[in-house]
């Protein structure tokens, strides 16, 4: 487990964004930089859950995957990779609706994911809006989980699931279902970074809820990494 610098280096550059579109911020970051530590080749089948503006999945393009398909609930997300995919003349496969239905029958062997995680009052996801790229329940897990339970029949044998979230989701609690799921899981990456408008607007139902200490300002940042032995 490293402690990974937030450098955008490895994300392409240029990226255009319509309204309501999560643009690349410091998860997005630490995950590219754990992505680049894996091997990606013309023999590796790469799907993005929750792409957003391509950005992941435009990295492992460029980087020579034999295919990578990304897929989003979002049409303006959907419309957003596309148009960032044309511009930069990379191939990527870009579905509209939910990962596991658009995905039905297929394995890979690398999943990047940067799934909403940030603890919500709703215990429903929202339908619309730039809320649904963050908000995910109470505990953060709606589709944490979600991703957990599928990611072993979604990886073909030594595949690779790289999925980062705040540490309030509780990382261990990630890494104990996908190792209940039959994966080999821990904990690639740490970083810190300071709490964001969206988090602090909610600061007193967090602590609340015990999901923040009283002026806490500063948020865990995790990738976690599971292979399918």
Not at 181 to 196: D, F, K, M, Q
Not at 205 to 219: D, M, N, P, S, V
């Amino acid at each position: 487990m490293t402690s990974t610098a937030l450098t955008s280096g490895t994300l392409p550059g240029g990226l255009v964004a319509l309204p309501s579109v999560y643009r690349p911020q410091a998860d997005t970051r630490l995950l590219a930089a754990t992505l680049a530590q894996e091997e990606v080749g013309p023999l590796t089948d790469v799907l993005e859950i929750g792409t957003g503006t391509g950005a992941l999945a435009l990295h492992a393009a460029r980087r020579g995957a034999a295919t990578v398909t990304a897929v989003d609930v979002s049409w303006l997300a959907v419309v957003t990779a596309r148009m960032n995919a044309r511009f930069h003349r990379l191939p990527l496969r870009v579905l509209h609706g939910d990962f596991a239905e658009r995905t039905r029958g297929r394995r890979f062997d690398l999943i990047v994911t940067n799934p909403p995680y940030v603890p919500a009052p709703s215990t429903r996801l929202p339908p619309r809006g730039a809320e649904r790229a963050w908000d995910a329940g109470p505990d953060g897990r709606l589709v944490i989980d979600r991703i957990c339970e599928a990611a072993a029949a979604l990886l073909r044998p030594g595949g690779v699931l790289l999925m980062v979230h705040s540490g309030m989701c509780g990382a261990e609690a990630t890494v104990d279902r996908l190792t209940g799921e039959g994966l080999s899981a821990g904990i690639a990456a740490r970083a810190t970074v300071p709490w964001g408008p969206v988090l602090r607007s909610r600061r007193a139902w967090l602590e609340r809820r015990g999901l923040a200490g009283a002026g806490e300002k500063r948020e865990e940042l995790v990738v976690i990494r599971a292979r399918n032995t």
